[in-house]
Nanobody
Framework: QVQLVESGGGLVQPGRSLRLSCAAS????????MGWYRQAPGKERELLAH???????SYADSVKGRFTISRDYAKNTVYLQMNSLKPEDTAVYYC???????????????WGRGTQVTVSS
């Protein structure tokens, strides 16, 4: 089994920063892409940032220039540095990883349970 656990969410004032972490653990042989998504109330889940196994990154227009995704390959952890936060960034943030599991021998997508980010004064 593979587990993804997000951390680092919370309540923050507009203009401030937060750093989210997502650690993958379990029967992991390798991880290829990892990404961060968010879902606000009444809205669909949207992809915010993506990082490949080779370290290439891409961002949604809504967060480009404010958010930075990074990855610690040794720790199977992905980060999302969020700067200049806005009230419209309020949402539950989820991480996703495509994992080659040692027990199944196949690639599957895994999700964390999410961490709440609230941007409010």
């Amino acid at each position: 089994q593979v587990q993804l656990v997000e951390s680092g969410g919370g309540l923050v004032q507009p203009g401030r920063s937060l750093r989210l972490s997502c650690a993958a653990s379990g029967s992991i042989f390798s991880i290829s892409p990892m990404g961060w998504y968010r879902q606000a109330p009444g809205k669909e889940r949207e992809l915010l940032a993506h990082i490949t196994g080779g370290g290439s990154t891409s961002y949604a227009d809504s967060v480009k220039g404010r958010f930075t995704i990074s990855r610690d390959y040794a720790k199977n952890t992905v980060y999302l540095q969020m700067n200049s936060l806005k009230p419209e960034d309020t949402a539950v943030y989820y991480c996703n990883a495509r994992v080659l599991a040692t027990d199944t021998g196949t690639y599957s997508d895994y999700w964390g349970r999410g961490t709440q980010v609230t941007v409010s004064s």
